[in-house]
């Protein structure tokens, strides 16, 4: 079972460098979201989907875009990569049926902008 | 906004013994809370959840009590094992049930 996988899993920009992370997930869920995660923090969101098409800003937005083509991927871009981005980002799916969303998160992709 | 914390940044125990994860919440709207267990390296993984009307759920080796007085949520873990060892996050969903708020965790470390 693949569930939610993201890529790269590493990756090391350069100030001002612009990358996209991929996530996709093979479980048809509906809800989809983008999490960071600083060193002995807990996960703040960054952007979430609730359906393809459909996409909303979560605590930490700035920095990021996202789009929802298909109900599978959730791309997170950014643009004019900053220092304060470095981070681990987690992309995370969940069915949302009846209001109850347990969360699937994938590997994780660490990110260093030096 | 959400606002979710931990009483304890980092516990210890003692192998076999039973480990007591705390965490506050501040919004008393909140309807659903969920536990994870995040291993170094890993994404988090789901441990156990819990909607505001319960106060008490039990799983295999874990029990979740809510205490929606005080904004108050727990994680038991019975019978603590070296495999135990991670941080622990608790989560909870805003009124839409849209979006989840993590706290900043709280590290277990197993002794054997």
């Known amino acids: 079972n693949a569930g939610v996988t993201q890529t790269p899993k590493f990756r090391i920009l350069k100030i001002g460098q612009s990358m996209t992370l991929q996530c996709t997930q093979d479980?048809?869920?509906?809800?989809m979201y983008w999490y960071r995660q600083d060193p002995g923090m807990g996960l703040k969101l960054i952007y979430y989907s609730v359906g393809a098409g459909i996409t909303d800003k979560g605590e930490v937005p700035n920095g990021y875009n996202v789009s929802r083509s298909t109900t599978e991927d959730f791309p997170l871009r950014l643009e004019l990569a900053a220092p304060s981005q470095t981070s681990v980002y987690f992309c995370a799916s969940s069915y949302g049926q009846g209001g109850v969303n347990t969360i699937y998160f994938g590997e994780g992709s660490w990110l260093t902008v030096v | 906004g959400e606002s979710v914390g931990l009483h304890l940044p980092t516990l210890s125990v003692q192998e076999g013994d039973n480990s007591i994860i705390n965490c506050a919440y501040s919004?008393?709207?909140?309807?659903?809370f969920i536990w994870y267990k995040q291993e170094s390296g890993k994404g988090p993984q789901f441990i156990i959840d819990i909607r505001s009307n319960m106060d008490k759920r039990q799983g295999q080796r874990v029990t979740v009590l809510l205490n929606k007085t005080v904004k108050h949520l727990s994680l038991q873990i019975a019978a603590t094992q070296p495999g135990d060892s991670a941080v622990y996050f608790c989560a909870e969903s805003g009124p839409d049930f849209n979006k989840f708020y993590f706290g900043s965790g709280t590290k277990l470390n197993v002794k054997p």
């Open positions: 479980m048809n869920h509906n809800y």
């Open positions: 919004n008393s709207a909140s309807d659903y």
